[in-house]
């Protein structure tokens, strides 16, 4: 790409910011000026008027008795005002009694009767009317006249407001010339590289690797895959020659190599297309930033804007660097007991805001009972999350998106459906290919670099598992079918869990212990997970509590003073509410006899110390199925 187009782009940006500042600047003088000139004339009538009140009590008495000769040289007192051009006094009946002109040369311009009181803009001068008035009677009337250089005055303050404008103007441009550099230049410069390669079919060139954080990151996973890309371009080459030869085997190769090559450019153009998406927003964000950036609200908008499209090229960079690491073996899985609610809890975390952003319904069917897996709760959680946006994205404005989850037999079988735009018959095999893209029109509102679904199989892969997708035909919807295998199962009661337990709650949790330090620890930790928890040290401040709080779940040291942990069982199973009361015993005491001795006092369940957190969050999230175990 041309070198002038990256200016153009500058340019245009330091244009925007000094057309912005210009615009701002010019509103501003504008209303300084117009200030300016309202003050100018309003001093100019208070202190005309100040004049014509001093003359109007001076004359007072030359007009009482008419003595206008006294009257005149109270008028010739104003030659050391030359401002003032003209004056004149008048009496009551209108009359002129006597006058004052600054030039005795200049024609005269005394009105045949003096006008109302107040002032007034005669032929380009500030004309001030004031009465004379001696113990109540009205004897006439003074009448000062001034030069009002009006334009002068513009011309004077408009030339100081240009000279104030053109400075603030070149230090707006060189601010703007030094803050688009960091925004927009790597953004440019991976655009600029794209374009290159598709031009010249150059995969060697990169982009340079000049930035940190996420833009950094950008670009290093785009250098990655330019030369992936060259390495996959050149051995298909390669290929090519090899049988060029060889009959239909090269027809194949042939057929391969463009559509590996129609895969390329359609990656590359689509590429440079997401690139482009967000910086359109970013770009407006950073608009309104500069414009309003007195406004709290739009400054909070333009700043929300600005990061979710950031996350958008983030989760994009995350997926490229991702399929990088599968396809150089340099991917590992963290495998370990996951429950799959807290995965799907992962994977909507991620999702959620996107679906409900287009308008989506989210139907969610989830098995009545806990499901374990073997597997990597992060990329379990990214399977799900990919095929949850994927859905959404594909899915016309307003549509539905389902999840649903059962088991079937040792296996664990999730779908994700859709009643978006469907895949056609022919495309249903390739779906999971690295940049396959089902909508290839250009007229496409959302579109992807083809990473997500192949992401997702060698994911499922990896955890020796199976996806698949189906569809009724274009406009019909899709359904993706994931069969993971289960490895770990918990101990399960005749009676499945009820679906309610599935979600995350909240309880009232009592907790009485002498050991201070050990109940305040575990009431710390409750709380910070949104329990409302009562402690206690003694057995009956812990009776009261449990009368007045009327705890969900009560965990009880065998060992407390002044009443034992058995007689406070005893004593809560009494309480209006004690049935409904979960009692766990927390003892160091760990015989068979002990735990009997717990069971016969009402208690649900014997925990031995130390006891580990776990141990009390998986009876807290398993209430239903340990209390009927305990029954049992």
Not at 234 to 261: C, F, K, S, W
Request: hydrophobic share 45%.
């Amino acid at each position: 790409m041309p070198t002038h187009d990256s200016g153009s782009v500058r340019s245009k940006l330091i244009i925007m910011a000094v057309s912005t500042t210009f615009v701002a600047l010019l509103a501003a003088a504008i209303a300084m000026l117009l200030y300016d000139l309202r003050t100018f004339q309003q001093s100019g009538v208070d202190d005309l008027t100040t004049q014509a009140d001093i003359i109007a009590a001076v004359t007072a008495p030359a007009l009482a008795f008419s003595d206008a000769k006294a009257a005149a040289e109270n008028l010739a007192v104003l030659r050391v005002r030359p401002q003032i051009v003209a004056a004149a006094v008048y009496t009551a009946a209108g009359t002129r009694f006597a006058s004052y002109l600054q030039q005795q040369s200049q024609e005269l311009r005394f009105p045949v009767q003096p006008g109302p009181p107040g002032s007034r803009i005669e032929y380009g001068e500030l004309v001030v009317v004031r009465t004379i008035v001696d113990h109540g009677e009205l004897l006439g009337s003074v009448y000062l006249r001034t030069r009002y250089d009006l334009v002068g005055r513009v011309l004077s303050y408009a030339a100081i407001l240009g000279v104030v404008m053109l400075a603030a103007l070149v230090i707006a441009a060189l601010v703007a010339s030094r803050l688009q550099k960091g925004i927009t230049g790597p953004l440019l410069a991976v655009t600029n590289v794209a374009r290159e390669v598709m031009a010249q079919r150059d995969f060697t060139l990169r982009v340079p690797a000049s930035e940190k954080g996420e833009i950094g990151v950008l670009v290093s996973a785009f250098n990655d895959m330019l030369a992936e890309i060259g390495r996959r371009s050149h051995a298909l080459q390669e290929a090519n020659l090899t049988l060029e030869h060889e009959g239909q085997v090269r027809h194949r190769a042939e057929q391969a190599l463009l559509t590996a090559d129609r895969r390329k450019d359609e990656f590359l153009a689509t590429l440079a297309h997401e690139l482009r998406n967000p910086l359109a927003p970013i770009r407006t964000g950073l608009d309104i930033l500069r414009l309003r950036s007195g406004d709290a609200v739009a400054t909070e908008r333009a700043t929300d804007i600005m990061e979710r499209q950031l996350r958008q090229m983030v989760r994009l960079v995350d997926d490229l660097l991702d399929v990088s690491r599968i396809n150089t073996g340099k991917f590992a899985i963290k495998m370990g007991r996951v429950e799959l609610k807290a995965v799907i809890n992962d994977a909507l975390e991620v999702v959620r805001s996107y679906i409900e952003l287009h308008g989506h319904e989210l139907v969610i069917d989830l098995p009545d009972r806990p499901v374990f897996l073997n597997g990597d709760a992060t990329r379990l959680a990214q399977v799900l999350s990919n095929l949850l946006n994927n859905a959404a994205k594909y899915t016309n404005r307003g549509g539905r998106v389902s999840l649903g989850a059962r088991v079937d037999d040792k296996t664990l079988v999730l779908t994700v459906t859709d009643t978006g735009i469907g895949i056609a018959p022919d495309m249903i095999a390739n779906v999971f290919e690295m940049f396959v893209q089902v909508d290839s029109t250009l007229e496409r509102t959302n579109a992807g670099l083809g990473v997500g679904l192949s992401l997702a199989r060698r994911l499922v892969e990896l955890h020796h598992g199976t996806i698949v997708a189906t569809s009724a035909g274009i406009g019909r919807g899709t359904e993706f079918t994931v069969r993971l295998p289960i490895v770990v199962e918990p101990e399960l009661p005749t009676k499945a869990m009820p679906a309610a337990f599935i979600s995350a709650e909240t309880y009232r949790i009592l907790l009485a212990d002498d050991n201070v330090d050990f109940v305040n620890s575990i009431g710390a930790l409750l709380s910070a997970m949104g329990h409302s928890v009562v402690i206690t040290h003694n057995g009956p401040d812990a009776l009261t509590a449990a009368a007045r709080f009327c705890p969900d779940f009560a965990f009880l040291d065998i060992g407390l003073p002044q009443m034992s942990g058995y007689d406070l069982a005893r004593g809560i199973r009494k309480l209006s509410n004690g049935p409904m009361t979960l009692l766990v015993a927390v003892t160091g005491w760990g015989q068979e006899k002990d735990r009997q001795l717990a069971f016969e006092a009402g208690f649900d369940h014997h925990m031995v110390k130390p006891v580990r957190f776990e141990q009390i969050e998986e009876i807290l999230s398993n209430r239903a199925i340990e209390k009927k175990a305990t029954r049992l």
